[in-house]
């Protein structure tokens, strides 16, 4: 019988693979620390291979707690933290280090587009704040001063969406940082007026679908399959960035206004 559900949190400190009952009742974690490297000049990278090997040994280790996990699987969701950029070429192959939302590299380049007057269309679109943590400033900066990567860069994705890839085989990423960054939230699409503002027209061939993860998944991979012991063909859900799914799940969603949430972690943030 097919009674769990499996949530996958690939965070800046821990990756972590959660099981829970169908009624959303937590039943074994399983974890390990993320790993990160930090460069002169405000860099933070992250291996993509070592991220998927560590999500997989996650939920290898939560076999190991739960029984029948994989036959008792009915979905595995997951997210991840937010922002960064986590570039691919065609043969689904790191083209380097992921660049993290930790990453300031791009600060001053930020702090010249803010100055365009610009800025304030492009935050109406996004209904975010430009950031050096974000995709559309760290491609503008690579664009500028590593434009070998982009060259031979064919998807540019998040860390949430690099795992679903390893997954799948799909390239995609949410309708929340897809929007966020480069799209009007309130068609919960791509704006070429947003990527336009970003100097980053040339290089929309780089941004995946937006897939709701609501509505619509991806079987498990052979190869996933292998690889983190679950069955072959389980439905594979890409969640929203941690920080919705954090708001969502604490009731954020709530007519009334009388819900609040605080992270106390890697961020430190009070909705």
Not at 144 to 165: S, V
Request: hydrophobic letters at 40%; one cysteine or more; charged letters at 25%.
């Amino acid at each position: 019988m097919k009674d769990l559900l499996i949530g996958i949190d690939a965070g800046t400190s821990v990756i972590k693979s959660i099981a829970f009952d169908l009624s959303g009742r937590q039943l074994a974690m399983t974890s390990v620390p993320n790993s990160f490297v930090t460069l002169e000049g405000g860099g933070a990278e992250q291996d993509l291979d070592q991220t998927w090997r560590d999500m997989a040994r996650t939920v290898r280790d939560l076999a190991a707690k739960v029984p029948d996990l994989a036959q008792r699987t009915a979905a595995v969701a997951i997210t991840g933290q937010g922002d960064g950029t986590w570039l691919i070429d065609g043969e689904g192959l790191p083209v380097s280090r992921a660049w993290l939302w930790l990453d300031a590299r791009a600060g001053h380049l930020v702090d010249e587009m803010r100055a365009d007057p610009r800025d304030r269309r492009r935050f109406e679109l996004t209904g975010t704040g430009l950031n050096s943590c974000q995709q559309g400033a760290q491609l503008a900066f690579m664009k500028k001063n590593h434009p070998d990567m982009l060259e031979r860069a064919a998807t540019a994705l998040h860390c949430k969406d690099w795992l679903y890839f390893k997954m799948t085989g799909e390239r995609a990423t949410d309708p929340s940082e897809g929007t966020f960054t480069f799209g009007d939230f309130r068609s919960r699409t791509y704006s070429d007026e947003a990527l336009d503002i970003l100097d980053l027209t040339t290089h929309r061939r780089l941004l995946p679908p937006m897939l709701e993860g609501t509505t619509d998944h991806h079987p498990l991979s052979r190869s996933a399959a292998a690889e983190t012991g679950l069955l072959e063909g389980t439905p594979v859900v890409l969640g929203y960035v941690d920080m919705v799914m954090t708001a969502l799940g604490a009731g954020l969603y709530d007519p009334s206004g009388n819900v609040g949430c605080t992270v106390i972690g890697s961020t430190g943030i009070h909705t």
